[in-house]
């Protein structure tokens, strides 16, 4: 008998009512495959956290957190709550103290899902974004000065050290060697940037002798958004900074049909630590409570961290469960055009687990 302990932190706005959500489907499950537990253990930080206490989350919060197998969590943000607060006060602070240095986001157009490119079939879309998640540009180093005078000045200082380098591009070179391709796009923009940038791609020539059976090729940012759009087959892993990433990566979710659909997992490769995995879409206050959220996305990534924990057929059960009901338009949320209520998914996916 496995028993895995989850954190599960649903966060604000939509999280509240996609994680309860993905914890029945997990729990079901786990009655199919009676040797798997799931322990889940709730915590209530956020938005309200931080108007009762000051705080998103406690001072010794990564204490709780420590000895569980994996964290699942919802969303952070807050209308009222300036949006760095939010970020800093409680993901981030997650992702740098387990130094989750890589943040991995798989898409596919999943079958039923119409995609915004016109001409483009789902097997010609199969991409996985790994994101360099613990410097570059959203390293935290900065500030600001003079605040209130004309002469106010500020700075985010974007920085890349050869170890984190290093770590996120043999990670993504492992990763893409692993799928049917072999196949890397490594995402620069060292024709502007040019120390950092240009570590970054000597690093990527570097890493890739280690890897003889895996063919790479680089592509400055801006020309991505372009070949993500007019030529997406030519693409499968892609590997890229902080900021970079996010951008692609949003690009890439509105590509495959809709942000309510994507899945993300902040991955500590070595496990030193508890990896955390969650949609990629934000709190969305304005469906929020009505039960329209789309839960899709958090179930995917519950299949992403049932494959890390090791649980392989139950996540690839679970995704099975997934493809077959966005198949289906009647159960379709309305983000991807349905009337569908978030309900209407989670029983339909669980049912077709429990089948
Ligand atoms: P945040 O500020 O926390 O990033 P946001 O509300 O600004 O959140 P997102 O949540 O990322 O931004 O999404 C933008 C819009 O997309 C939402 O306002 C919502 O209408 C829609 N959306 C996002 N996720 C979902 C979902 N899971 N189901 C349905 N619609 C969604």
Same mark, same amino acid.
């Given at each position: 008998m496995k028993r895995y302990k989850i954190a599960s932190i649903p966060g604000d706005g939509i999280g509240k009512e996609v994680i309860p959500e993905c914890e029945k489907v997990l729990k079901a499950l786990s009655k199919k495959y009676s040797e798997v537990t799931f322990e889940f253990e709730r915590f209530d930080w956020g938005g309200d956290y931080y108007r009762k206490h000051g705080v998103m989350m406690p001072e010794d919060g990564l204490d709780s957190l420590r000895s569980k197998d994996a964290i699942l969590f919802g969303s952070a943000g807050d209308p009222k709550i300036p949006d760095h607060i939010t970020l800093w006060g409680l993901r981030l602070k997650i992702c740098q103290g387990f130094d989750q240095y890589a943040n991995v986001r798989p898409t596919r157009i999943l079958p039923g899902i119409e995609s915004p490119l016109r001409n483009c079939k789902s097997n010609q879309l199969d991409w996985v974004i790994v994101r360099e998640n613990s410097e570059g540009e959203y390293s935290g180093?900065?500030?600001?000065?003079?605040q209130g005078h004309p002469i106010e000045v500020a700075s985010d200082m974007s920085i890349l050290t050869r170890v984190g380098v290093e770590?996120?591009?043999?990670? @993504?070179?492992k990763l893409a060697q692993a799928r049917p391709r072999k196949h890397i796009t490594v995402i620069t923009k060292s024709n502007a940037q040019r120390h950092a940038m240009v570590m970054w791609d000597e690093i990527a020539a570097q890493i890739a002798t280690e890897f003889p059976d895996v063919t790479?090729?680089?592509? &400055?940012?801006? @020309? @991505?958004? @372009?070949?993500?759009? $007019?030529?997406?087959?030519?693409l499968d892993t892609i590997v890229a900074t $902080?900021?970079?990433?996010?951008? &692609?990566?949003? &690009?890439?979710?509105? &590509?495959a049909g809709s942000l309510g659909i994507a899945p993300t997992g902040n991955i500590d490769p070595e496990c030193r630590y508890p990896s955390m995995f969650e949609p990629i879409h934000g709190s969305a206050f304005d469906i929020m409570g009505k039960g329209l959220a789309n839960p899709i996305g958090t179930f995917w990534s519950a299949v992403m961290m049932l494959d890390f924990l090791g649980e392989k057929s139950m996540g690839a059960q679970l995704m099975q469960a997934i493809e077959k009901v966005t198949a289906d338009p009647r159960l379709h949320t309305r983000d991807l055009g349905g009337a569908a209520m978030m309900s209407d998914v989670t029983n339909a996916v669980i049912k077709e687990i429990l089948q």
């Amino acid at each position: 008998m496995k028993r895995y302990k989850i954190a599960s932190i649903p966060g604000d706005g939509i999280g509240k009512e996609v994680i309860p959500e993905c914890e029945k489907v997990l729990k079901a499950l786990s009655k199919k495959y009676s040797e798997v537990t799931f322990e889940f253990e709730r915590f209530d930080w956020g938005g309200d956290y931080y108007r009762k206490h000051g705080v998103m989350m406690p001072e010794d919060g990564l204490d709780s957190l420590r000895s569980k197998d994996a964290i699942l969590f919802g969303s952070a943000g807050d209308p009222k709550i300036p949006d760095h607060i939010t970020l800093w006060g409680l993901r981030l602070k997650i992702c740098q103290g387990f130094d989750q240095y890589a943040n991995v986001r798989p898409t596919r157009i999943l079958p039923g899902i119409e995609s915004p490119l016109r001409n483009c079939k789902s097997n010609q879309l199969d991409w996985v974004i790994v994101r360099e998640n613990s410097e570059g540009e959203y390293s935290g180093l900065g500030g600001r000065a003079h605040q209130g005078h004309p002469i106010e000045v500020a700075s985010d200082m974007s920085i890349l050290t050869r170890v984190g380098v290093e770590r996120i591009q043999r990670y @993504a070179f492992k990763l893409a060697q692993a799928r049917p391709r072999k196949h890397i796009t490594v995402i620069t923009k060292s024709n502007a940037q040019r120390h950092a940038m240009v570590m970054w791609d000597e690093i990527a020539a570097q890493i890739a002798t280690e890897f003889p059976d895996v063919t790479w090729d680089k592509e &400055l940012v801006d @020309a @991505a958004t @372009a070949r993500m759009v $007019n030529h997406p087959q030519s693409l499968d892993t892609i590997v890229a900074t $902080n900021l970079h990433a996010d951008v &692609l990566s949003d &690009l890439a979710a509105a &590509l495959a049909g809709s942000l309510g659909i994507a899945p993300t997992g902040n991955i500590d490769p070595e496990c030193r630590y508890p990896s955390m995995f969650e949609p990629i879409h934000g709190s969305a206050f304005d469906i929020m409570g009505k039960g329209l959220a789309n839960p899709i996305g958090t179930f995917w990534s519950a299949v992403m961290m049932l494959d890390f924990l090791g649980e392989k057929s139950m996540g690839a059960q679970l995704m099975q469960a997934i493809e077959k009901v966005t198949a289906d338009p009647r159960l379709h949320t309305r983000d991807l055009g349905g009337a569908a209520m978030m309900s209407d998914v989670t029983n339909a996916v669980i049912k077709e687990i429990l089948q």
